[in-house]
Nanobody, 115 residues
């Protein structure tokens, strides 16, 4: 069984940075394509960044250039650091993994960006 639990969301002002963390419960070495996504209410879920099959990280969407993902296998966490946050970055941020063809998602953590 795989369980993903996000944390670190909160309120930030424009221009600030934020770190999110995804705690992975289960055999982390059996989970592939781990990544971060985000979704603003009323909009489609958007890729922030994910690991490719070759172990590189692909960053997508408007967060590209401001997002950094780091996976720590020893701690079973997947971290996301975002810099220069803007109001359009406000969303629920989700952690996602894939194992044996099954997608696993966390419940998300809310990021609010406002003055």
């Amino acid at each position: 069984q795989v369980q993903l639990v996000e944390s670190g969301g909160g309120f930030v002002q424009p221009g600030e940075s934020l770190s999110l963390s995804c705690k992975i419960f289960g055999n982390i070495f059996s989970i592939n394509a781990m990544g971060w996504y985000r979704q603003d209410p009323g909009k489609q879920r958007e890729l922030v960044g994910r690991f490719t099959p070759l172990g590189r990280i692909y960053y997508g969407g408007s967060a590209k250039g401001r997002a950094t993902i780091h996976r720590d296998n020893a701690k079973s966490v997947l971290d996301l650091q975002m810099t220069n946050l803007q109001p359009e970055d406000a969303a629920v941020y989700y952690c996602r993994g894939l194992r044996d063809g099954v997608e696993y998602w966390g419940n998300g953590t809310l990021v609010t960006v406002s003055l």
